[in-house]
């Protein structure tokens, strides 16, 4: 506890609405909150030392469940769909007053200021009110650290107010169910109730930066990971869950910006968060050896379980989710550049997982392609949990983060696609998917060909090689690649069947259309030209 800056906080806390009951734990070191978890019984140690908890009935984001007050600020400006759903201001207020009240009878709360955003010029201050030690924990790790001198006048910008336990009345309350994370810009709040899975606190303030960056500060926010080379050359890289973005960005040989959330300036590309929200399913130390040794001392591991007798984890046990996480400060990677702000993009990576097999391995996009694939934010993959499926099924989230993105879809791409030409960045597609066939039939590529192609495209190894129209999708594929045989660069003869994927390829080509109309009214033309040929 710190007693200089407590009693400053603690009068400004009470400006927000809570009750002067509770004891505040005011920006505890992760060894405290840890013993704390550890006291109220909420969490247990691994074999390593890190904090393993439960996040109860839900064990990732709930996006029916996101709204956004519809008022004077948003009414006009967000892209109200199935993602931004809107609530009426008097929701959010009855709703606020009743967490408050809540949280106010709990013998202790949490709080915890930070920021988010590592370029000073765009930083966004935050205080982080939360029902338990463990959450506050995940706020230490995710979002940037003041220092103490910071902290003597800090002043925060936006609120996020969490509290697992307290649950809304529909009937009364306006939400969908029980559970709720609202976003109020007028209020500068966000609040959660209801859920304890903590990614909801990372994702609300990456959606009001989505918000507040391209609008305000000219600034393209991107969910994407980053790396910088020995040269300064950045690279981004753009994906689902499942593609290979923490992975592929994990490279030995250059500097990690960040795996998830970040700003595009003027000059620069730069960090939103101060840590890592990784998957552990299947994790294993040969393929991601950086997170997995981040699962140390004040790491915070969700919803895994033990090999039985034992406190080690079983990376492998699905039993709770799938999506089983850990969260870690930056600084927890080797490599990790400090602070995370690197220059401008040479190279951007959109990694897909195409289980449908039809997708080069690596491509080279015009810009009109690049956003054309950018709003598409294509994937496909096999839910491999589901009993009984086999067929590779398409996921489209517009600019790879549909559920983050309050603007037009369109804003994104054109700021994209502006700044790509400024700079003459190169844009290359790459899938990490099936080869040789759709899933079931062909091989899934190999990681060691995957990094051998985006190390050519980093190197300039791809300038001046012999390039292809794909007669479909249109993107341009090298004919030849260092370290990658050239039979597997050209998708189509790596099939048996020739013909089957053809007709594959054009069943693919047709789900994109159809999955792009819904964007056409806000889109410029060389964007939909560069639509698949059906």
Not at 171 to 179: C, K, L, P, S, Y
Not at 366 to 372: E, H, L, R
Not at 401 to 418: C, E, I, R, S, V
């Amino acid at each position: 506890m710190r007693t200089l800056t407590i009693k400053v906080n603690l009068k400004k806390l009470l400006s927000v609405g809570l009750s002067e009951h509770p004891a505040i734990h005011y920006q505890l070191s992760p060894e405290e909150l840890t013993e704390q978890t550890l006291l109220r019984h909420q969490g247990e140690l691994n074999d390593t030392g890190a904090l393993c908890i439960k996040t109860g009935e839900f064990t990732g984001r709930s996006p029916q469940d996101k709204f956004i007050v519809k008022d004077a600020i948003t009414a006009n400006t967000v892209h109200w769909n199935n993602f931004n759903i809107p609530i009426e201001e008097k929701y959010f207020l009855q709703l606020r007053a009743k967490v408050l009240d809540y949280l106010g009878s709990k013998d202790e709360i949490w709080v915890r200021d930070a920021y988010a955003c590592a370029d000073p010029a765009y930083r966004l201050n935050i205080r982080v009110v939360n029902e338990a030690p463990q959450n506050n924990l995940f706020a230490y790790n995710m979002f940037l650290r003041p220092d103490m001198q910071e902290l003597e006048t800090f002043e925060p910008e936006w609120h996020i107010i969490q509290a697992p336990g307290f649950k809304a009345d529909p009937t009364v309350d306006g939400t969908r169910q029980h559970n709720f994370a609202i976003v109020s810009f007028t209020h500068k709040t966000i609040l959660i109730g209801g859920t304890g899975y903590t990614g909801e606190m990372k994702k609300g303030i990456f959606t009001i930066l989505n918000y507040i960056l391209p609008q305000e500060k000219n600034v393209l926010s991107m969910h994407c990971s980053a790396n910088m080379g020995e040269a300064g050359d950045v690279a981004v890289f753009f994906g689902l869950s499942g593609t290979g973005k923490t992975t592929l960005s994990a490279d030995p040989n250059r500097k990690l910006i960040g795996d998830d959330e970040h700003g595009w300036t003027a000059n620069s590309v730069f960090n939103f968060e101060g840590g890592c929200y990784a998957k552990t399913i299947d994790l294993s130390e040969e393929k991601e050896p950086e997170i997995f040794q981040a699962i140390r001392p004040d790491a915070l591991v969700e919803n895994i379980g033990f090999e039985e007798g034992t406190k080690q984890i079983d990376f492998s046990d699905r039993s709770i989710t799938e999506n089983t996480r850990v969260s870690y400060p930056l600084h927890f990677i080797s490599n990790a550049l400090e602070p995370s702000i690197g220059g401008l993009p040479k190279n951007i990576f959109f990694l897909t997982c195409d289980a449908y097999g039809v997708l080069p391995p690596i491509s080279k996009l015009s810009p009109g392609q690049a956003m054309y694939q950018f709003i598409s934010g294509y994937t496909a993959r096999v839910a491999g949990t589901e009993a009984g499926v086999t067929e590779p099924k398409s996921t489209f989230s517009a600019c790879f983060g549909a559920p983050f993105l309050p603007l037009h879809p369109g804003k994104y791409a054109a700021m994209l696609g502006k700044k790509m030409k400024e700079h003459k960045v190169n844009v290359w597609m790459i899938n990490t998917g099936w080869s040789g066939g759709s899933y079931g039939t062909g091989c899934r590529m190999k990681l060691s060909y995957t990094r051998a192609m985006i190390t050519a495209a980093l190197e300039g190894k791809l300038d001046h090689v012999a390039y292809q129209a794909h007669p479909v999708f249109g993107v341009q594929v090298p004919q030849t690649c260092p370290g990658v045989p050239e039979n597997i660069l050209n998708p189509r003869s790596t099939w048996s069947d020739p013909t089957a994927y053809d007709a594959t390829a054009k069943s693919l080509a047709t789900q994109f259309v159809k999955n792009f109309e819904k964007y056409a009214a806000g889109v410029e033309e060389e964007i939909l030209a560069a639509a698949p040929i059906v």
